[in-house]
């Protein structure tokens, strides 16, 4: 029987024998494609080829693709463990063609793969071909063989692919496994395109992207068509492994294992065993995700997560487990996956650590779910309602992660329900708001409508590594929405045929300058990279036209700037993962000239002693003038060598490669100084969080860090000044001030709650009688809450059978208290006096029947509040 890890390898291998180039899988966080929430297919890394803006050194491709289909448009989260195929992360297998093969060469590589290499019986496979392409209809027979009642013709819906609702499509063919009578339905007519059961098996997709939509919904040929397919690893090693179910393959026996030894319980394959499958399920989910540095939070990427995790812990629950167990799953997915995804075993731990970090807040926020559930249902049968609304079932999924069904499960056994219609059109409204919020399509609708604009322009020529000044070439020039070739004063985008700037990249900000041509000068603002474009955006100031020769002149002082910290910025990767531990990887950066900020992964704040400690090895690093060697190399030679390739980048087959010593060595396409010694010095100014297990450095070098050191000496001396003691005592000095500090104000607090003692003992004086109860209404002055709270409190008890209201105006705001004796409480309420007094001064408050307090606003209505909780006490008496 042929492993899963053989399968994928049996495809790669095939493809690349067939002059496919092998493309390792992109990280499950989409690079630069804010348009989705999660990669959820094999051709998403390769977007941008197939809209033309972006071009690779081959023209075709083959991969195994982590995928997760989770969120947004395609979401299995509900599906899976009820059916046997359904998952949120699984692989897919495909093979790609950018303009070189098309209908026919696609359709021969599926074919001779599943029939001669894999070796399914070919009477087993169906096709599925959409209802005008004769042009495949015909295909399908004359490569394959394959008699015309095995290829059905189905409608748009199910056989034409769509990249979105503009852009690149075409009709589309799936393979059709056949697995026999055993699994046919009970319709009168079980046949491929009339039913949907398990014996319809579709394994393998191929999309023929011949077309291009407009707006209008208008299909225009495209000038190259392309190929992109899809074959899920899961579903066609059910069929090599002659199993029933996705679940019952190698991907996933040894996850069930676990399972049944934490509970101690048998998988049962039917329904029974639909809690392990969603474990099994979510755990290979959870792990990959993070490995591939989504967190859990409560919006995007992170939210999806968290619901995975949570989801696969209430199954657990089900199964009897009541602590923490999903982060013991990590390990087991590792292990099954780590001759595919090495990286996995390095960020094994964290993974881990952050699963049962997660697992435990959940714990207590189901707990909280459980308490307010039961609040909600009281309510319910207080009122004589009948359902629980879907407000509140809304609001206990989203602001507990309470889940619907286990608040179905709650209120069906109290003899409730829940109002379904109102919590899904809730939930509709919230991923609407999601949608909205991922949407960027505008800025992949500009760049492809600028590099439609520049088709047919030699691409940029980037010397920005080896000089500052270059003399070049106007090849384009664009003002407004098209090109022109002539422009006198005013905002244009310049195409250099080539250019010493460097374009936004990699977190590191663009290059700034000037471009002189014989009668205008041009202000370089930005400069963007489209395709092989680098696109220069700024000011003309005078006149340029096209193919005019032109000095293109990079700021060197603010390029040198941003060079130290891009090095430093390395520098610092590497000592924090000395430091703190190999799992605080990069999450993101910004390296511009005055400063440097570096995200990572990391549960705890940095120590002021790890602080130092990372301050001190980066200096050492920088004062031992380290050279910074740069090589290109293929990607896998790179990795060969240890570089480390950063969180969310996109590399190509040749990678450049940023080695300081043996110290540090990255993938980077940014700009580095020669000698760490240029740096300077290197100084952390800021650290702290930025999200759940995520977090911030924000540093210096060089000048900058001198003069934030200078500015900070400035200031020390200043202080030891006032303070009259030298520089070196000035921390002693402060000590010895807050101590005493501390003592007089511990004093000063005795004395006023001597003088409030007092001024209390006075205002006995002042209570009356109203028919048999003793009461007092008055005023201290300049007390906070504590203080009238023990004094109202010592009052009551001092006058017996007694209620009590004092008010006090402070730092222009009111505080009131009242006391009711225990005796009183059925006819006089705290709560409803203070807040009829509060009324008065613009503030509110409650309480208990016998204590309540309330402030307010308007302290010059003190004594009119005062005179309310009076009248409301005599009329209640």
């Not at 069906?412 to 909205?436: H, I, S, T, Y």
């Amino acid at each position: 029987m042929r492993t899963s890890s053989e399968i994928r390898k049996m495809f790669l291998d095939y493809f690349a024998e067939n002059g496919h180039t092998v493309v390792e899988s992109s990280s499950l966080v989409p690079a630069n494609d804010p348009t989705l929430l999660f990669t959820n297919a094999g051709m998403n890394q390769f977007k941008d080829v197939f809209l033309g803006i972006d071009k690779r050194p081959y023209t075709r491709a083959t991969s195994s693709q982590k995928c997760v289909r989770a969120g947004g448009k395609h979401n299995d989260l509900e599906t899976v463990g009820r059916t046997a195929r359904h998952h949120t992360f699984f692989e897919m297998l495909g093979n790609f063609s950018f303009g070189d093969y098309f209908k026919r060469e696609a359709i021969f590589y599926a074919w001779d793969l599943l029939t001669r290499v894999i070796g399914l019986p070919p009477e087993r496979l169906w096709v599925t071909i959409f209802t005008d392409d004769d042009e495949a209809f015909e295909l399908w027979q004359e490569i394959a063989g394959i008699s015309p009642q095995r290829i059905v013709r189905m409608g748009e819906k199910d056989n034409f692919w769509a990249m979105g609702d503009t852009g690149p499509c075409g009709p589309c063919s799936e393979i059709i496994y056949d697995r026999g009578e055993k699994y046919r339905c009970d319709a009168p007519l079980c046949a491929l395109g009339v039913c949907d059961c398990d014996r319809w098996l579709e394994i393998w997709n191929l999309v023929f992207m011949q077309f291009n939509r407009d707006e209008a919904g208008n299909l225009t040929p495209l000038p190259r068509p392309s190929i992109d397919t899809g074959m899920g690893l899961e579903r066609i090693t059910s069929i090599l492994q002659g199993v029933d179910s996705n679940f019952d393959t190698d991907l996933f026996i040894p996850i069930i294992q676990k399972i049944e030894e934490m509970t101690g319980k048998k998988y049962d394959r039917g329904p029974g065993g639909f809690p392990f499958r969603v474990i099994a399920d979510h755990s290979r989910a959870c792990t990959f995700l993070i490995g591939d540095g989504v967190l859990p939070s409560n919006e995007g990427r992170g939210y999806v997560l968290r619901r995975i995790l949570r989801r696969a812990v209430r199954f657990g629950r089900l199964l009897g487990i009541e602590a923490p167990f999903l982060y013991r799953m990590v390990g087991v997915v590792v292990d099954k996956m780590k001759d595919s995804y090495p990286d996995l075993v390095d960020k094994q731990e964290f993974v881990a650590k952050v699963v049962r970090m997660e697992e435990e807040r959940f714990f207590v926020t189901l707990n909280e779910g459980i308490r307010k559930v039961g609040e909600i249902i009281e309510r319910c049968q207080a009122e004589g309602r009948k359902d629980i609304s879907g407000q509140d079932a809304f609001m206990l999924y989203d602001t507990y992660g309470f889940p619907l069904d286990l608040t179905e499960d709650m209120a069906e056994e109290n003899g409730l329900g829940v109002n379904k219609e109102d919590f899904n059109r809730l939930m509709e409204e919230q991923r609407e708001r999601a949608r909205r919020a991922q949407k960027g399509e505008d800025a992949f609708a500009q760049e492809k409508r600028l590099a439609e604009m520049l088709e047919g322009i030699p691409s940029t020529d980037f010397e920005g590594y080896q000089r500052l000044f270059t003399l070049t070439k106007i090849q384009a020039i664009i003002s407004g929405e098209e090109e022109v070739d002539l422009i006198r004063d005013g905002e244009a985008i310049l195409v250099l045929a080539q250019t010493p700037f460097y374009a936004e990249s990699g977190g590191q900000v663009a290059d700034k300058g000037v471009i002189k041509g014989s009668e205008g000068t041009f202000i370089v603002d930005d400069v963007k990279k489209v395709a092989g474009w680098i696109l220069h955006y700024g000011r003309v100031q005078g006149i340029l036209v096209k193919n005019e020769e032109v000095q293109a002149e990079v700021d060197e002082q603010r390029r040198l700037a941003t060079a130290r910290n891009h090095t430093a910025t390395h520098l610092l990767h590497r000592a924090l993962r000395m430091v703190v531990g190999e799992h605080a990887q990069q999450k993101g950066s910004l390296v511009e000239p005055e400063r440097l900020r570096f995200d990572f992964s990391h549960f705890a704040p940095l120590t002021e002693e790890e602080i130092q400690a990372i301050e001190d090895i980066v200096n050492r690093k920088i004062w031992d003038l380290e050279k910074v060697e740069v090589d290109l190399a293929t990607l896998e030679e790179a990795k060969q060598k240890g570089a480390m390739a950063l969180f969310g980048e996109k590399y190509g087959d040749e990678v450049r490669v940023i080695s300081i010593g043996d110290f540090s060595i990255e993938l980077c396409g940014g700009t580095h100084v020669e000698n760490t010694g240029q740096i300077g010095l290197f100084k952390i100014i800021n650290e702290g969080s930025i999200g759940a297990g995520l977090r911030r450095v924000e540093a210096l070098t060089g000048p900058r860090a001198l003069d934030y050191l200078n500015a900070q000496e400035r200031e020390l001396k200043t202080a030891a000044s006032v303070l009259k003691v030298p520089a070196q005592e000035l921390a002693q000095r402060v000590e010895s001030l807050s101590r005493e500090l501390k003592e007089s104000e511990k004093e000063i607090e005795a004395l006023k709650n001597k003088l409030a003692r007092q001024e209390a003992a006075e205002l006995l004086q002042q209570a009356f009688e109203v028919n048999g109860v003793k009461v007092l209404v008055a005023e201290m002055s300049g007390q906070d809450m504590a203080v009238l709270r023990q004094n109202g409190e010592m009052l009551r008890d001092k006058l017996g059978r007694a209620v009590v209201v004092l008010g006090s105006a402070r730092d222009g705001k009111v505080n009131l208290v009242v006391f009711v004796a225990k005796e009183l409480t059925d006819r006089l309420h705290a709560g409803e006096i203070v807040s009829a007094a509060a009324s008065v001064v613009g503030g509110g408050g409650g309480g208990r029947a016998d204590m309540a307090q309330a402030g307010g606003k308007i302290p010059e209505k003190l004594g009119e509040a005062l005179q309310r909780a009076r009248a409301k006490i005599e009329a209640s008496l």
